[in-house]
Structure formats: C-alpha cells, structure tokens
C-alpha cells in the first residue's frame, strides 16, 4: 500500500488512481490533463471517414450520452463552449431570446445572441446571487405580453463567481408557464462534475467545454439537444452552417461530423472518457462535491467570506473573499515557486476574491497541498 492509500483508508476517502501527477492549476480553466490523456493526442492520424474513427465516434458519442444522462442525442465540434452559446442561439432562436445574466459567462450569451441579431431580453441578476426560478417566472410573465419567447438562456455554474443557479427549478417553471419555451444550458464548466440529468430536468439544450472539469486540452464542445430543440431549429433560418443542427444530425447518424473533426482531440476523449467511467461517475461527482465542501469549511475555519450566495455555491469552484487583502499576484508568485496556480476574482472582483478551482483531475491531496501553501503565505503555518 502506498502512504496515500494508506491514509485515504484511514479517512474514508478514496485512493487517487496509481501516478496520479500533483495538480498545478487550480484555475477554473483550462485545467490539468493526465498525461495518459495528454499522450493520445500523439497517436499516428487517421481518416475521418474510416472505421476506426468512426467506432471512435460512436463510443464517445454513447458515453457522453450517459454523462449527460440522455437518450436524445450529443453534437461534438471542434469548437469551444463560446461557440456552443453561438450554435444554441442561431439553431433554437428565431425570435426572441430572455438571457439571465448573474456573471461574465451568461453575459457572454447575450453578447453571442446580440451579435447574432436576435431580440435578445437581458435580465440582470445580481452577481454572486443564483438565478431564481420565480425571478424566471416574472421575467417570461412580463416577455410572453408581447409575443412569444423561443427560448431563454441560463448559465448552470458561474465560474466568473462560484455560483450554480438550480436549472431544475428553472426548466420545470418554464414548462409550466410557456410549454414551448426552450430551456438553453451552460454546463461548461460543472459538467462531468456533477450530476445534470438533462432529460429528467428536461433541459432542451445543454451545452459544455473540454478544458473544464471534463479535464481535456481545449478545443471541443458538446451539446445535449432535445427532439424538441432539434424540431425547432427546422423552423428557423439563417443556421448557418457549421453549427446547423440539421446537418449535423444526419452526420451524426454515420458517427461523424460534416467537417473534419478534431481527430487528436477525439482520441484524447476516448482515453479520458474512460478514465472517467473507470473512476465512477457518481464517485467523481462525489469527489466534486467533497472538495467543494472542504474549501468552503477551509474558509470558514481560516474567517474568510464566501462570495457566492449560500445554498448555491459552485460544486466546482470556489470564490473566496479576499478578507485579509492579500496581493493575488504575489500570492500566485508564492504558489509558483511550488507549482501550483489559482485564479484571481474576475472583472469587478479583481482583487477583492480569489478563486479555487477543484475540478477535473484535482483530488483530496491536491488540494490540501494548495490549501496549506496559501496558509504559509498567509503566514499561517
Ligand atoms: C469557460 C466558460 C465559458 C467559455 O467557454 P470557452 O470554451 O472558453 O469558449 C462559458 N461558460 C462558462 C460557464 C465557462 O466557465
């Protein structure tokens, strides 16, 4: 037994699988990749249109629908989850879109519905606040007064400022009060983090990143979509393309896509996505979930505030209030010299917040190796 084993036995808590490497960013993204992972991207290149990628294809595409915890179907694209926001609105809005923005990224996804020259209804919740079910309610109320509301947007977990709104809630309000309303979600970085039974919750489009939690190099996304947001991207023009959920819904039926796909990038999912059901899904949401807790009861015990509104703090990220002014830069300068890395608050929270990420590959004595550094650099130890 090696002295890990030992002492995760000792506590209860599972064992890092056998060279696990120690974890150096803690950033909500891109994160750590195992260098098993890393290592496929060198695999000699293949064609897109043989068998081997196919099958490639068609086991990704299988486990993914598992993750995402549905029987419809998931578009993956040489893309980033900036570019799902994009493919979201151009295929599932034709009219009008209500964007809640309580952070950087759900803002995001108003600019991308702006910028696609859609009716895009902002609704602005405070930052570090989750978006509500009956601010939802209120705010499609007051919009369905003028017409129909093809969809609305809502980030799941805001990395900008550790905070998950319950999409649950949301997506079960929406139903009730515009049945036709489509419910557009962005997991991109608590996916594969936690558990987002997209069916159940009857989310219509869900969509996520590779760099995040899922642990991969940057460069793919994926998208869960409905029958019903399929349907509807029918009767929408100006798709496009690239992202066309049309067409890429009769690729996907040979296990490929129209374009050629990021093949490395695939290989690396193939490895990581069993990786990840090697672990355990529910194991590595739980793995989630204790590092969460134990970052925020870290920052309890040490008196530091937590920035996200209590009940809904990030599974993935925690954004700690920089109570004792620290400098971020000099405290990032300390970690450095130890190999590790964390994030500053963003935009307005410069300064005033730090942000632990504990996502993807980051186990137990990852982040007590980070938690008792920062303690040194406090002075604390
Ligand atoms: C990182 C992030 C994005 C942007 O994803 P990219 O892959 O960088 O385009 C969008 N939403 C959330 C919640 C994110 O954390």
């Known amino acids: 037994m090696t002295l890990s084993a030992v002492m995760s036995a000792l506590t209860d808590v599972p064992a890092p699988p056998a060279g696990k490497p120690r974890q150096r960013l803690f950033i909500p993204g891109p994160t750590d990749v195992h260098p098993e992972v890393l290592a496929a991207q060198t695999r000699p290149m293949i064609g897109h249109r043989s068998d081997a990628f196919e099958s490639l294809y068609a086991r990704c595409e299988e486990q993914l629908k598992q993750l995402f915890f549905t029987d419809s179907r998931v578009y993956i694209l040489a893309a980033t989850g900036s570019a799902m926001h994009e493919a979201a609105i151009r295929n599932c809005v034709g009219g009008r879109v209500i964007c809640f923005v309580n952070g950087a990224f759900s803002q995001r996804w108003y600019d991308v519905a702006v910028g696609c020259g859609k009716e895009a209804v902002r609704v602005d919740v405070p930052w570090c606040t989750a978006v509500k079910p009956e601010q939802v309610a209120d705010a499609l109320t007051r919009a369905l007064a003028d017409g129909p509301v093809d969809a609305i947007t809502v980030v799941h977990n805001e990395t900008s400022t550790g905070v998950a709104s319950p999409v649950d809630e949301i997506a079960a309000v929406v139903r009730v009060i515009s049945p036709q309303t489509l419910v557009l979600v962005d997991a991109v970085s608590s996916f594969s983090g936690t558990r987002i039974p997209v069916d159940e919750w009857g989310l219509d489009l869900c969509l996520t990143s590779s760099q995040k939690a899922l642990a991969l190099p940057p460069g793919l996304a994926f998208a ?18 690239y992202f066309d959920f049309l067409l ?120 007590e190796r980070l938690l008792g550094a920062v303690e040194e650099f406090a002075g604390w130890r």
């Open 224 to 241: 869960a979509v409905s029958d019903r947001a399929l349907a509807a991207a029918r009767t929408v023009t100006g798709r496009g393309w």
């Open 248 to 367: 890429l819904e009769r690729y996907l039926k040979r296990s490929t896509t129209p374009a050629t796909p990021a093949i490395s990038l695939m290989q690396a999912l193939g490895v990581q996505l069993d990786r990840i059901f090697a672990e355990g899904v529910e194991a590595r949401f739980a793995r989630h979930h204790r590092l969460a807790a134990r970052t925020r009861a870290w920052a309890a015990e040490k008196g530091l505030g937590l920035m996200a509104e209590e009940g809904y703090s990030s599974p993935t990220v925690t954004t700690v209030a920089n109570t004792y002014g620290w400098e971020i830069e000099a405290l990032n300068r300390f970690l450095a010299e130890r190999e590790m890395e964390l994030s500053d608050g963003y935009g307005d929270y410069k300064g005033k917040a730090l942000r632990i990420a504990h996502m993807g590959e980051v186990w137990d004595a990852d982040l």
